[in-house]
């Protein structure tokens, strides 16, 4: 059974730090790029950051230089290290891991979000 486990969200001021984590568990398949989305009350899901199965990351232009994106191959897991915050980053994070299946068909896995609150 493949999970997703994530963790490190909760509340944090404005300027604060945070470390989220997404464990998985469970993939039999090659997993190639990983990522973090996040969605804010009554806003659309949107990419946060990405990096691929040879470490090259891309960044959504509101987080650049502020939040990094990193991965542990031998843990399947992947990190956002979050600095800087901002009220405006304050959304459900949710981690995906993309894999090949034996057909080579690319398949998303999600885990079940964490909430982030930037606040005062």
């Known amino acids: 059974q493949v999970q997703l486990v994530e963790s490190g969200g909760g509340l944090v001021q404005p300027g604060g730090s945070l470390r989220l984590s997404c464990a998985a568990s469970?993939?039999?398949?090659?997993?190639?790029?990983m990522a973090w989305h996040r969605q804010a009350p009554g806003k659309q899901r949107e990419l946060v950051a990405t990096?691929?199965?040879?470490?090259?990351?891309v960044y959504a232009t509101s987080v650049k230089g502020r939040f990094t994106i990193s991965r542990d191959n031998a843990k399947n897991t992947v990190y956002l290290q979050m600095n800087s915050l901002k009220p405006e980053d304050t959304a459900v994070y949710y981690c995906k891991v993309q894999v090949f299946t034996s057909l080579l068909i690319p398949y998303d896995y999600w885990g079940q979000g964490t909430q982030v609150t930037v606040s005062s």
């Open positions: 469970g993939i039999t398949f090659r997993i190639t790029a």
């Open positions: 990096i691929s199965s040879s470490d090259n990351t």
